[in-house]
């Protein structure tokens, strides 16, 4: 992707027109990849990570009054063209566009690296919860319903404590990767936004992430046998 990029003048916007052309961009990589995740689902994953980084660029290079239209231009033509299935636009574009933002944002503003990471992961949180009446209205059924069916914790008892935790903890997960993308294409652009403090505090965050995500996928089936009166 970066490759692409790069091939134009990566510099500060001034003009209208040099913020419409970027912008215009930007949208049009999220369009395709929005249309792309319609037909081809095993892309959902990279585009999780990936989604971001269009409107960092935007939020780092443009001026941050034209970025509302940026972002009613680009979730407008996502819906458009996503109408019969709006929810890969309501589930990931429309987090990667207000978390890139605010991502470009904190880095305008030298956040901490770890801000990075835990902000958007709570963006994407919100958001899948936002998402649920809407998914419900739209299609009429519970996705988080659905998830619980399907592992057998729709009567476990603590199930409003588990599912919270486990959404959490995979938007950490993209989060996480994300940052490294980003962090990885923006030096490409002459923008640092890494220290050693971060790297080590980071590392150590993916080495807990890795045991969290061990640990609960591993309590699944245990806590699915309980909930159906298996025991232990």
Do not use: W
């Not at 009613?72 to 207000?98: A, E, H, K, Q, R």
């Not at 899948?128 to 809407?134: A, D, G």
């Not at 519970?142 to 199930?159: A, G």
Request: glycine share 4%.
């Amino acid at each position: 992707m970066c490759y692409y990029l790069i091939m134009f003048e990566f510099k500060k916007k001034e003009t209208l027109i040099e913020n419409i052309s970027f912008m215009a961009l930007m949208s049009a990589i999220n369009l395709i990849i929005a249309l792309l995740m319609t037909f081809i689902p095993y892309i959902i994953a990279f585009s999780l990570i990936f989604l971001p980084l269009t409107s960092v660029l935007v939020t780092l290079y443009c001026k941050k009054k034209y970025f509302i239209f940026y972002f009613l231009t680009t979730l407008g033509l996502c819906l458009l063209i996503t109408m019969y299935n709006i929810t890969d636009t309501l589930f990931f574009v429309l987090p990667s566009l207000i978390s890139g933002f605010l991502f470009g944002l904190m880095i305008n503003f030298k956040f901490h690296s770890l801000y990075l990471i835990i902000i958007p992961s709570f963006i994407n949180l919100i958001f899948t919860y936002l998402s649920v009446p809407f998914i419900q209205l739209i299609y009429g059924f519970n996705f988080i319903d659905k998830i619980l069916m399907t592992f057998s914790l729709d009567t476990f008892p603590l199930k409003d404590i588990i599912v919270p935790s486990i959404v959490l903890l995979f938007s950490l997960i993209q989060s996480l990767f994300s940052y490294m993308v980003i962090k990885e294409e923006l030096t490409k652009f002459k923008f640092d936004i890494s220290n050693d403090e971060s790297y080590r505090l980071i590392n150590i965050i993916v080495e807990k992430i890795k045991s969290s995500s061990s640990s609960v996928l591993g309590l699944i089936p245990l806590i699915a046998g309980i909930s159906r009166g298996e025991g232990i």
